[in-house]
C-alpha cells in the first residue's frame, strides 16, 4: 500500500503540471526557455518536483533538456532518487556549457534540515553566479516560527511583513538564521547582480511520505488514535491556525511561478489554513468505521496565527487544488495498512454505482437470452472484459457494461432485436429513428437516464445502456488500412460535429461554424449509410487477419488482430456467465497495453464519463411499491403524465 500511495502522489503531481505544459506548448512564442535544470538538497519537495516535471515534459514536450545540477558533494540518496526520476545529471562546473543561455533554474532548500546548510549555500552561491540570462525559482521550505498573535491583530503576515518579523521579532534559531541567510544572498544577487529570481515560502509542507512540520505531527495524532480507536479534539487542536500546503499544490505552484513570477519578488504560498483540530476531524470523516470521535472543547477558543498571507501569489492566477480528504486518506494509508479509500472517486453517482451495474447485468442477461436463440456471438469488450479477466466481475469504477460483435453476428443482433427485445429495453442507433446520431449502436433501460454533457445537448431516449461495439474486417495490406480508417475518421467527424456543432478537440471549435452549415445541408441518412458501407467494404474478404474497431474511438489507434476473437468460453462475471474471447491477450494488449492486468493508479479509480443526468426512476425505489412511476416524456418532466392510484 505505501508504494501505491506514492506513487500515485507522484503521478497526480505530474498530473497538476500537465495543463501549463499544454499552455506552454499551445503558445510556444511565450516559452522562451529550451532548458530546465533541477538543484538544491535531500528535500521532498525536489524529489517530487523532479519526478512531476520529467514525467510532464514526456508528455508534452516543452524544454530539450531537463537536468538535474549536481556536484561532488552529492549524496547517495539524491543520486538514487535522479536514477528513479530518469533525470540526467550535469556537474555545476560543467552547467555554462551544457545548455544554451536560456533555462530555467528550479532550486529547492529546506531550512528545517540543517545537515546539509554549508553545502547547500555553497551550491546556491555558485548557482546565482552561473545563473547570468537564466531564470532562477528558489522554493525554501520554512522552518518553524513563532505565533505574531501577540504583537499584532493580523491574522497573516505578506512577505515584507514577515521577512520583518523573522528578522526583529521572532526567536532567531539556527533554521531561522538559515533561512535569512538563504534571502540575503537573493537580495544581493538581484539587486547587485540583476539576477532574474524569485523565492516561494511553504511552510508546514505535506506528501503522504514526508512532511516537515514539528507542530503538525499528524503521524503522532495517527498513532495515538489507532492506539485508542478515539480521535479526540480539544481546545489546543483548534487554537494554533497554520499555512498548510500539500505537495502536488506546491509542484504545480513552483513550475507556474518560472512563467508568471514577477523578478525580484518573494511569494507566501499554501494551499489552504487550518487547525490540528481540522485534520483530526478529517480523519474521523475518512475511517469513521475504524474511529470514533469525541469533542473536548469550551465556548470560545482564543485563536494563535503563524500564517503566510498569500494574496500576492494567488493574483497570479494559480488555483490551488488542494483537497484535505484526499490529503488524509493518502497520508493515513501510508502511515498504516489501512486500504486507500477510492470511494470518493465514485461519490459522483450519489450512492447508484452498484445498482447501475446489477442493472446493466439484467440488460446482459436478455441480450444473452436473444443470442443464443439466434446462434449469434458476442462478447465482453472493452472495460467489461479487462474486468472479467482481472477480477471476475465489472470494474467497481466502471459504469457501462460494453460487448462486442463481429459483423456478420451483429447484422442478425440488429434483425432480431426488431422484434424479440423486451419492452423494459429500447434498441439505440441511427437507422431505427431512435434519435441516435452515435455510430455505437446500444441497447438502453427504458424510463431511466443515463446523459453525458455530449449526449444531453441532444433529445432523445438516453438511458442506461450497454455498448455494442462492432468489429469489422480490413485490409491485410498496411496502406489499405490506413485507407479504410481515414475514410471511416472522416465520416466520424462529420457526424460529431453535425450532430453537436463541435468537435473534439478545443483548437478547432473557430472553424467549426464554417464547417456546420456546410454539413447541414445533407440529410443524416447519408453519413450513415456512407459509414456502414465503407465499415463493410471488406465484410467478405476471406483469411483477413486484422479487424477495426468502427465505433469511432479507436479508429486511430488502427487495426486489432482477428486470431483469438473468433471463439467464445462463458466464464463467471457478476454472478452470471458472460463470454469472453477464447484468446483475448490480443484484444487487451490493444486496448490497454501490455500491462492491462496492473490496476491503474488509486487517484484514476474513478467515473470515466463527464455525466450530466443520472435518473434511475422507479429502480431506485422499492420494486415492491405500488405507486407506479411516471412514464419518460423526453421533452421534459412537465410533460409526463400524472398517473392516477
Not at 547582480?193 to 516561494?200: E, F, Q, R, V
Not at 424510463?447 to 454533457?453: C, N, R
Not at 490496476?599 to 443520472?614: G, M, V, Y
Not at 411499491?625 to 421534459?636: A, L
Amino acid at each position: 500500500m505505501k508504494n501505491l500511495v506514492v506513487t500515485d502522489e507522484q503521478i497526480m503531481s505530474a498530473e497538476a503540471l500537465y495543463p501549463h505544459f499544454k499552455s506552454l506548448r499551445a503558445q510556444k512564442k511565450n516559452n522562451k526557455y529550451s532548458a530546465a535544470l533541477v538543484a538544491g538538497d535531500n528535500s521532498f519537495l525536489c524529489d517530487y518536483f523532479m519526478f512531476a516535471l520529467k514525467k510532464a515534459n514526456v508528455k508534452y514536450p516543452v524544454f530539450d533538456k531537463v537536468t538535474y545540477l549536481c556536484d561532488i558533494t552529492e549524496s547517495e540518496y539524491r543520486k538514487n532518487t535522479i536514477a528513479q526520476a530518469g533525470i540526467d545529471a550535469v556537474n555545476a562546473d560543467d552547467f555554462s556549457s551544457s545548455v544554451n543561455d536560456k533555462k530555467i533554474i528550479f532550486f529547492f532548500a529546506d531550512c528545517t534540515d540543517l545537515t546539509e546548510k554549508d553545502m547547500i549555500i555553497q551550491r546556491l552561491k555558485k548557482v546565482l553566479l552561473l545563473s547570468k540570462n537564466s531564470r532562477v525559482v528558489l522554493s525554501v521550505i520554512l522552518p518553524d516560527f513563532d505565533s505574531f498573535s501577540d504583537m499584532s491583530p493580523a491574522t497573516s503576515l505578506a512577505e515584507r511583513e514577515f521577512s520583518f518579523y523573522l528578522e526583529n521579532h521572532c526567536e532567531r534559531t539556527a533554521e531561522i538564521e538559515y533561512y535569512l541567510e538563504i534571502e540575503s544572498l537573493c537580495r544581493k544577487a538581484v539587486g547587485s547582480d540583476g539576477a532574474d529570481l524569485n523565492i516561494l515560502r511553504f511552510s508546514n509542507i505535506f506528501a503522504p511520505d514526508c512532511y516537515n512540520s514539528k507542530k503538525i505531527d499528524i503521524q503522532s495524532i495517527v498513532t495515538q488514535a489507532l492506539k485508542n480507536k478515539i480521535i479526540t479534539i480539544s481546545d489546543d487542536d483548534c487554537k494554533d491556525v497554520f499555512s498548510v500546503s500539500y505537495v502536488r499544490d506546491a509542484c504545480s505552484d513552483v513550475f507556474y511561478t518560472a512563467f508568471h513570477g514577477r523578478t525580484g519578488h518573494i511569494y507566501n504560498v499554501a494551499s489552504t489554513e487550518l487547525t490540528v483540530g481540522d485534520i483530526k476531524e478529517q480523519i474521523y470523516f475518512s475511517y469513521s468505521d475504524v474511529f470514533s470521535l469525541e469533542k473536548k472543547l469550551s465556548s470560545a477558543i482564543s485563536h494563535r496565527y503563524y500564517c503566510l498571507n498569500t494574496l500576492k501569489f494567488n493574483a497570479l492566477g494559480n488555483t490551488a487544488e488542494f483537497d484535505l480528504s484526499i490529503m488524509v486518506r493518502h497520508i493515513v494509508s501510508y502511515l498504516t495498512e489501512f486500504e486507500y479509500d477510492t470511494s470518493d472517486n465514485i461519490a459522483f453517482y450519489c450512492g447508484r454505482i452498484e445498482q447501475i451495474q446489477a442493472l446493466e447485468i439484467e440488460m446482459l442477461k436478455e441480450i444473452d437470452r436473444i443470442c443464443v436463440e439466434n446462434d449469434i456471438k458476442y462478447f465482453l469488450a472493452g472495460g467489461s472484459l479487462l474486468g472479467a479477466v482481472r477480477s471476475g466481475g465489472a470494474i467497481p469504477w466502471d459504469d457501462d457494461l460494453d460487448i462486442g460483435m463481429l459483423r456478420k453476428d451483429y447484422d442478425k443482433f440488429r434483425k432480431a432485436c426488431k422484434t424479440q427485445l423486451s419492452d423494459k429495453f429500447s434498441y439505440s442507433g441511427p437507422f431505427n429513428g431512435s434519435g441516435s446520431h452515435y455510430t455505437t449502436e446500444k441497447v438502453r433501460l427504458e424510463s431511466t437516464y443515463f446523459s453525458t454533457k455530449y449526449s444531453n445537448a441532444n433529445v432523445f431516449p438516453d438511458g442506461v445502456f450497454i455498448d455494442i461495439l462492432i468489429y469489422d474486417k480490413t485490409s491485410n495490406i498496411k496502406i489499405f488500412q490506413k485507407l479504410h480508417t481515414f475514410i471511416l475518421g472522416v465520416l466520424y467527424n462529420c457526424v460529431i460535429l453535425r450532430w453537436n456543432h463541435r468537435p473534439w478537440a478545443r483548437k478547432y471549435h473557430g472553424i467549426v461554424k464554417f464547417i456546420v452549415p456546410v454539413l447541414k445541408v445533407f440529410p443524416w441518412g447519408m453519413y450513415h449509410n456512407l459509414f456502414e458501407f465503407f465499415s463493410k467494404i471488406y465484410k467478405n474478404k476471406k483469411n483477413a487477419r486484422w479487424l477495426i474497431d468502427t465505433v469511432g474511438k479507436k479508429l486511430k489507434d488502427g487495426p486489432l488482430p482477428i486470431a483469438g476473437l473468433e471463439d467464445t468460453v462463458y466464464v463467471d462475471f457478476d454472478g452470471i456467465k458472460a463470454p469472453i474471447p477464447v484468446d483475448y491477450t490480443g484484444y487487451l494488449n490493444y486496448a490497454y497495453g501490455p500491462n492491462y492486468m496492473q490496476k491503474p493508479n488509486l487517484s484514476n479509480r474513478c467515473c470515466p464519463h463527464d455525466f450530466a443526468r443520472i435518473d434511475l426512476g422507479k429502480y431506485v425505489f422499492d420494486k415492491s411499491g405500488k405507486t407506479p412511476f411516471r412514464d419518460v416524456d423526453i421533452k421534459g418532466e412537465l410533460f409526463e403524465l400524472e398517473t392516477k392510484n
